[in-house]
């Protein structure tokens, strides 16, 4: 490996393609196991500046992942895919996660920095519901009002709780729980010490609500504890007079977030505003009006998939490192889980659209991609296995529609709703005898002039839910939200239909 290549801040690297070079410091991990993911090893890695990134290491690679990595210490990472960062609880506001692959190395760096890298989140902004509650935070304050440990029921299992108060040092104070070990640990440290003016960091801690106030609580597994921390915050925080107004803030999204389920016609769904899907607090199906504003080349424009399944493939590279031009490339293929020959390109566009209200990231798969281009993929793959290094290079097809209006059938899934994610899934493109309406009551949309939106030609069949959600970047599976909503359709931008759909390229004035 050569040891010119350039090292890149967290900030710039993307997933379009794996072959970055990082220096960071590994300031926290922890094991996690679930039922859908199994046994993983999660990581926080910082870079020079302070920027973090989430990590995740499947156990195929933990073992040797342990051995070359060491907390607190610098390294070098060579080689790792990239994917949205997503998640009702992310532990930090890094666009992607990073995840560990087999051609990943992991060298010490010479680098010496001792910054734990702490961005303490003011408790004003906890409060007032300035911060967003998807994202887990520093905190750091005095215990007050400390009670005693309680032993509960939680899911029919015993589990350790202890609640107190954090307070800042301007006075202001805010309700923290304490779960499982993490309640021990301070029960132990409490009966310790006898030390009347402890000082607990929480790190990676999550915002959530309790009986009308927001509390602080540890998230899982991924929480860290100290207490009375070597840092400058702690001097501070030592005797300051307690404000008995505490914060208090009800949910804003309490009572409100209700699952709807899929309607089985599209003709059948609300067009919504872009303004509208982005604060979204339910899952349903939409339309959209909207023209493209540019494609998001943080993206590669494609994949190479398996022509069975269409899952992602990984080339598996030869020990030089080269493939020979007589040799078939082979592929691993991640569904499948099996080596695989029979690999094409598939679509998986990401754009930035948008509409008299606001501007969203829209992914497009394969079925839909093909639609929209007017081509395969294949078509405007340019034959080679290398990454990408110019993501700004695109084929003219692509370019192309920029400046296209389109009525986009999107998926607003859990992923949107609870789990902090930006993009939306698109999972039909309306035209030919799919008629849209527009009632006259209703508030334009950009560059959609007479009622029409794109596309020509013959209708546009609707792909089948299930096979869309089992191509590369699904979301959630349809089978989960088969009834239909019985609620009434309230929304404000709820448009009818009139005039066919028609594509047109949008003029400068």
């Not at 060579?78 to 890094?94: C, E, I, K, M, P």
């Not at 692959?101 to 010496?112: G, L, N």
């Not at 792909?463 to 019985?486: I, L, Y």
């Amino acid at each position: 490996m050569s040891t010119n290549k350039s090292v890149s801040l967290l900030k710039a690297v993307k997933p379009y393609k794996q072959g970055w070079r990082i220096q960071v410091r590994l300031i926290h991990s922890w094991r996690q196991k679930t039922i859908y993911g199994g046994d993983s090893l999660e990581m926080i890695f910082a870079d020079v500046t302070g920027d973090k990134i989430h990590c995740s290491c499947k156990r195929t690679y933990i073992q040797r992942t342990q051995r070359d990595l060491r907390l607190g210490e610098w390294h070098m990472i060579d080689v790792f895919s990239l994917s949205n960062a997503t998640g009702q609880y992310r532990t930090t506001n890094h666009t992607y996660k990073m995840s560990i692959i087999e051609d990943t190395k992991i060298s010490k760096s010479s680098y010496v920095c001792d910054d734990k890298f702490f961005r303490f989140a003011d408790f004003e902004e906890i409060g007032n519901g300035t911060l967003k509650t998807h994202f887990l935070i520093d905190v750091i304050g005095q215990v007050t009002s400390l009670r005693d440990i309680q032993t509960v029921q939680v899911s029919g299992k015993d589990k350790k709780k202890v609640e107190f108060r954090l307070l800042d040092s301007s006075g202001q104070s805010i309700a923290c729980c304490l779960w499982g070990k993490y309640a021990e640990q301070l029960d132990d440290h409490r009966q310790q010490t006898k030390d009347p003016n402890m000082v607990c960091l929480i790190r990676f801690a999550k915002i959530g609500f309790y009986r009308g106030e927001v509390q602080v609580t540890n998230a899982f597994d991924a929480s860290l504890i100290l207490f009375n921390p070597e840092l400058p915050e702690t001097l501070g925080l030592t005797n300051v007079e307690h404000n008995e107004l505490a914060l208090a803030l009800i949910d804003p999204k309490k009572e409100k977030r209700v699952t709807r389920y899929q309607a089985e016609d599209w003709n059948d769904v609300d067009i919504k505003s872009i303004s509208e899907i982005n604060m979204a607090t339910m899952e349903e199906d939409c339309k959209i009006i909207c023209s493209i504003e540019s494609i998001d080349t943080d993206w590669s424009w494609f994949y190479q998939g398996h022509d069975s399944c269409k899952k992602r493939a990984i080339l598996i590279k030869s020990n030089s490192g080269n493939l020979a031009s007589n040799e078939k490339p082979v592929f691993w293929c991640t569904s499948c889980r099996t080596n695989v020959t029979s690999v094409s390109p598939k679509f998986k566009l990401h754009l930035v659209v948008k509409d008299d209200t606001s501007t969203c990231k829209l992914m497009i798969l394969d079925t839909i991609g093909k639609v929209i281009v007017g081509c395969e993929a294949v078509e405007l793959w340019d034959g080679s296995y290398d990454e990408i290094e110019d993501p700004d290079v695109l084929p003219q097809p692509i370019k192309d529609l920029v400046g296209l209006s389109f009525c986009f059938g999107v998926t607003l899934g859990s992923e949107n709703v609870s789990g902090g994610s930006e993009i939306f899934l698109v999972s039909q493109v309306l035209s030919g005898d799919k008629l849209l309406q527009i009632e006259t009551n209703s508030e334009p949309i950009t560059h959609v002039t007479d009622g029409s939106s794109i596309m020509s030609g013959g209708e546009v069949s609707a792909p089948e839910k299930n096979s869309q959600s089992s191509e590369e970047g699904s979301s959630t599976p349809f089978s989960k939200r088969k009834e239909k909503d019985q609620l009434e359709q309230t929304s404000t931008s709820k448009k009818i239909c009139t005039k066919a759909i028609k594509m047109e390229k949008i003029k400068d004035d």
